[in-house]
């Protein structure tokens, strides 16, 4: 088996001595491949070690600048570190490579939304639930950022689809209530979806707030 491969599956089980072995004899053997470098930057990323972790993504880009792995992998640590502006670019430049698939989209529309900007979260969140729809969490990301851009139909047919397959999710009907209770003036609605967050986890204290707002506006 290639020695990558293997060390992934070595990482997989914890093994992480014995996969920073391959990891290294993949690169002395083939210094010219970037993978290794990917690989062995990933596990200096796994316990903490981001500026060796750093240097080996920028070598693997180096050895070969199509490496799209690397950008992203350089992406996950800016993003880890919470330069959120850096790792929009590094993600962009994964998909510029050639990276097509939901995890990269995901961590673009993320980055831009802790940069602020929803408008521009929205294609990527939506290609990243395009190519996994079971991805509840990047549903419920491009949800949020559909309500911020005022895109409030859009947004709750999306968090609907979020609670459909995640019946427990709590933030997901705390931001239905929100969106029938601004949007669409239900108050009787958005009552029940914050009742409903507040079943699951009692302690959510957005929804507990929401509710006092109804039943307060309700008493007038």
Known sequence: MDKNLKGIELLQEGKIEDAV???????EENPKDPV????????????????????????????DENAAAAYYSLGNLYFNDGDFD??????EKAVKKGMENADVYFMLGVSLVNLEQPKFAIPYLQRSVELNEEDI????????????AEAYEESIEQLSRVVQQDPEHADAYYNLGVAYAGHKDDADKALEYFNKAV????????????????????SE
């Open 36 to 63: 290794g470098y990917i690989n062995f930057g990933n596990v200096l990323m796994s316990v903490g070690d981001s500026d060796k972790a750093k240097s080996f993504f920028e070598r693997a880009i180096t050895v």
């Open 21 to 27: 072995k391959l990891f290294t004899e993949a690169i």
């Open 86 to 91: 850096s790792a929009k670019n590094q993600f």
């Open 137 to 148: 969490e990047a549903r419920f990301q491009l949800g949020l950022s559909l309500a911020q």
């Open 199 to 218: 079943e699951i986890q009692p302690d959510h204290m957005l929804a507990g707030y929401g509710i006092k707002m109804i039943e307060k506006l309700k």
